[in-house]
C-alpha cells in the first residue's frame, strides 16, 4: 500500500495494467487532539491469464494461464501521540491456483488469505513497551473435489520491553541496548490438527565508537556513515537467548566490525568489514503451506539454526566534485544446521529438516550518485550444498552467479524531462531437483529487463491543480519479452506494462 508512513500526507494512486490489473490506492492523515491520524487504503484485482508455450508434453502446445486471477483488499488506521502508538493492518485476498503446466487438474481451485496486525507501543521511564496480536487464515478450495478443501489458522501474541543506553569513558562511546520479550502461537487446522507454542526472548547489545562519532547501538554492519562522519573504527557484540516451547534455550551472538586502513583527506577512504553471527528461525505456517497442490500438510519441524554466517571484505568509498562512488566486496560463508527446504518434485511439496546446508561465495556491490545519475549494481557467486543422509546435493533454485543493476536519470535543470529508471536482473542456471546438479535438471539462466517513465505533470505549463503534485509513471516489465520460470513447470508471464497517476495533496 502506500504511504505506510506517518508522514503528512493525503495521497491518491490509479493504476491500470496488462492482463487486466487495475488498482486504486489512498491515504489521508489529520494531527487533531495532540495526536496524528493516518489511514491508507488499497485495492488490486488482476486476471493475469496470460499465453505461454507448454513444452512439458510430447510437443509444444501454446496455451493460456486460466483462473490465474487475483483480488486484493487492504487497511492501515493508526494513531500517534508523545508517548503512545497504536497501528491496526488487516487485508483479504483471494486467487486462483492454478497447478503446474503439466499439471492442469487444480485449475479451477481457488485460495483465500486474510490477515489482521494490532500492534501498540508505549514510552515508560525512557523504555519501550510493545505489544500486539497476529492472525492468519488460509483456506483452500477445490470445487471438483470438496475432499481437499482444508482451513487452517494461526495466531500469534507477542509483547516486549526495550531500552537503551549511552555513555563516554576515556574518549569511547559506548552504546548498550536491551530487549525482553515472550509470546504464544497456536495454529488450527483441519483434520483436528492442533498445535500450540509458547516462547521468550532476551537480547543485549553493545557498541563502541570514538566518542567524536555518533553512537549506534545496532548489531549490524549493513549501514555505513558517509565520508565527511565516519569513525576510524567500531565494534557491535550482540547476545540473544530464545526459550522455546518443546526445543528448550536457543543462546546466539553476533560480532561487527569495521576498521578504516586508509584515507586521502576527505575524499577516498578503505575500510575493513567483518561480521560473525549466528542465529534461530522457528518454523511458521508458511513452512507448512505452499499453492502446490494448494494443501496443508503439518509435519513436525525443528527450529532452524544457522551455526555460522560469516563475512569479511573491503569498501572502497570516494567522492570526486559532485561525484560519490562506494565499492564493496566480501567472502561468505553459512551453515545451517535442520535447514528447512522445500524439495520440489514430489506431490506435497512439504518442507523438511535436512542435515546441514552450506554456503561459500563471493558478494561484490557498487554504487555511483551524481547530480543527475545514480547507477548501481551487484553480484553474487554462491556454492549452495545440502548435506543430508549422507548425500551432498546442491539446493534447489539457488543459482551460482546472479546480478543485477539500476540505472536512475533524474535530471534536474529540465523539470519537464521525464526521470528514467533502468533494471537489469539475470539469475545463472538454477537446479530444480533434489539430486548431482546436472545441466538436465537446471532451469536456463534468465536476463531480465524493467523499464520505467515517470514525469512530474505539476511543472508542466497549465497545469489546472497548483495544489495537487501529480507524478505520471508508464512501466515495461520484462521488456525483451524472456519466457522464463522461478519454478520448473509454472511458467512466468512475459513482457507487461503499468501506468500509474497519483496526487499528493500540496497544502
Do not use: C, K
Not at 491496526?88 to 479451477?108: I, P
Not at 481451485?109 to 492468519?136: E, K, N, S
Not at 553512537?215 to 557491535?236: K, R, Y
Not at 495537487?468 to 515495461?476: E, G, H, R, Y
Amino acid at each position: 500500500m502506500l504511504a505506510l508512513t506517518t508522514s503528512a500526507q493525503r495521497v491518491l494512486s490509479v493504476r491500470a495494467a496488462a492482463f487486466g490489473q487495475q488498482q486504486l490506492e489512498g491515504a489521508w492523515y489529520a494531527a487533531t487532539g495532540g495526536a496524528v491520524w493516518h489511514a491508507s487504503a488499497s485495492v488490486r484485482r488482476a486476471a493475469n491469464d496470460f499465453a505461454f508455450v507448454n513444452s512439458a508434453g510430447e510437443s509444444a502446445v501454446r496455451e493460456v494461464r486460466v483462473n490465474n486471477d487475483e483480488q486484493r483488499a487492504a487497511l492501515s488506521l493508526g494513531v500517534i501521540g508523545q508517548r503512545a502508538q497504536l497501528a491496526v493492518l488487516a487485508s483479504s485476498g483471494e486467487r486462483g491456483m492454478v497447478g503446474a503446466a503439466n499439471v492442469r487438474t487444480y485449475d479451477a481451485d481457488r485460495a483465500r488469505t486474510d490477515r489482521l496486525l494490532i500492534r501498540g507501543q508505549w514510552q515508560v521511564r525512557g523504555t519501550t513497551v510493545i505489544g500486539g496480536t497476529r492472525r492468519l487464515q488460509l483456506q483452500y478450495r477445490d470445487p471438483t473435489r470438496p475432499a481437499l478443501d482444508t482451513r487452517a489458522t494461526a495466531w500469534a501474541s507477542d509483547g516486549e520491553w526495550r531500552g537503551m543506553g549511552h555513555g563516554v569513558a576515556r574518549g569511547v562511546a559506548r552504546g548498550v541496548a536491551w530487549r525482553l520479550g515472550g509470546g504464544a502461537d497456536q495454529l488450527v487446522a483441519a483434520g483436528g490438527i492442533v498445535q500450540r507454542r509458547r516462547r521468550a526472548f532476551g537480547t543485549v547489545a553493545r557498541s563502541w565508537r570514538p566518542a567524536a562519532a555518533s553512537v549506534s547501538t545496532s548489531a549490524s554492519t549493513s549501514a555505513s556513515p558517509s565520508l565527511a562522519t565516519d569513525a576510524p573504527w567500531w565494534i557491535d557484540l550482540g547476545a540473544r537467548v530464545d526459550l522455546i516451547e518443546g526445543s528448550g534455550a536457543l543462546p546466539t551472538a553476533s560480532f561487527g566490525a569495521e576498521r578504516r586502513l586508509s584515507r586521502v583527506g576527505d575524499r577516498t577512504a578503505v575500510t575493513l568489514v567483518a561480521r560473525v553471527a549466528n542465529a534461530v528461525r522457528v518454523p511458521t505456517l508458511y513452512d507448512l503451506y505452499f499453492s502446490s497442490p494448494q494443501r496443508l500438510f503439518v509435519r513436525a519441524l525443528a527450529p532452524e539454526r544457522v551455526a555460522v554466517d560469516a563475512a569479511t571484505g573491503l569498501r572502497l568509498t570516494t567522492r570526486v566534485g559532485g561525484i560519490a562512488a562506494q565499492l564493496e566486496g566480501a567472502l561468505v560463508a553459512r551453515d545451517t544446521r535442520d535447514a528447512i527446504v522445500w524439495f520440489p518434485g514430489n506431490f506435497g511439496w512439504s518442507p523438511a529438516n535436512v542435515g546441514i546446508e552450506r554456503l561459500r561465495g563471493v558478494e561484490s556491490r557498487a554504487t555511483l550518485a551524481s547530480g543527475v545519475v545514480t547507477a548501481s549494481g551487484w553480484h553474487t557467486t554462491y556454492h549452495a550444498q545440502l548435506h543430508t543422509g549422507g548425500l551432498h546435493i546442491p539446493t534447489p533454485y539457488v543459482p551460482r552467479q546472479s546480478g543485477g543493476a539500476q540505472l536512475q536519470l533524474h535530471p534536474l535543470a529540465q523539470a519537464w524531462i521525464p526521470q528514467v529508471a533502468l533494471v537489469w536482473r539475470a539469475m545463472g542456471a538454477r537446479p530444480y531437483t533434489a539430486g548431482p546438479r546436472s545441466p538436465d535438471f537446471e532451469l536456463p539462466a534468465v536476463s531480465l529487463v524493467d523499464v520505467t517513465l515517470a514525469q512530474r505533470l505539476r511543472s508542466l505549463p497549465h497545469w489546472p491543480w497548483p495544489q495537487a503534485d501529480a507524478l505520471l509513471a508508464l512501466s515495461v516489465e520484462n521488456a525483451t519479452n524472456v519466457a522464463w520460470q522461478s519454478v520448473r513447470g509454472f511458467p512466468s508471464p512475459g513482457r507487461s506494462w503499468a501506468v500509474a497517476l497519483t496526487l499528493q495533496h500540496s497544502p
